[in-house]
């Protein structure tokens, strides 16, 4: 399984950048989806989730600002991240798992990518 993303990069504040996630190795259009972060001395969290049915959730401190989509025919999940604030500044990881509950917890995730940073200023 691999999972590998892309588009991280600095930007000023208000500006937007989507990432993107390439997985292979695993029936991607079976699989949940999501984006979380990890911001220096802080806690993994949820960002954004999508199921393999195609419904959505997102962090509240997100919600209006990232929309997440999914694109089965080429194995891709993307993040679209606008009205970007410094406390976004983190490194993204994509992550992949089966299914099941707690959508945006990072526990129920089997499989993850090395991550991309996004820092704001």
């Known amino acids: 399984v691999q999972l590998v993303e892309s588009g991280g990069a600095s930007v000023q504040a208000g500006g937007s950048l989507t990432l993107s996630c390439t997985g292979s190795?695993?029936?991607?259009?079976?699989?949940?989806m999501a984006w979380f972060r990890q911001a220096p001395g802080k806690k993994r969290e949820g960002v954004a989730a999508?199921?393999?049915?195609?419904?959505?959730r997102y962090a509240d401190s997100v919600k209006g600002r990232f929309t997440i989509s999914r694109d089965n025919a080429k194995n891709t999940v993307y993040l679209q991240m606008n009205s970007l604030k410094p406390e976004d500044t983190a490194m993204y990881y994509c992550?992949?798992?089966?299914?099941?509950?707690?959508?945006?917890?990072?526990?129920?995730?089997?499989?993850w990518g090395q991550g991309t940073q996004v820092t704001v200023s």
């Open positions: 992550a992949a798992r089966r299914g099941g509950s707690y959508v945006l917890s990072p526990a129920t995730y089997n499989y």
């Open positions: 999508i199921a393999s049915d195609g419904t959505t």
């Open positions: 190795g695993f029936t991607f259009e079976d699989s949940d």
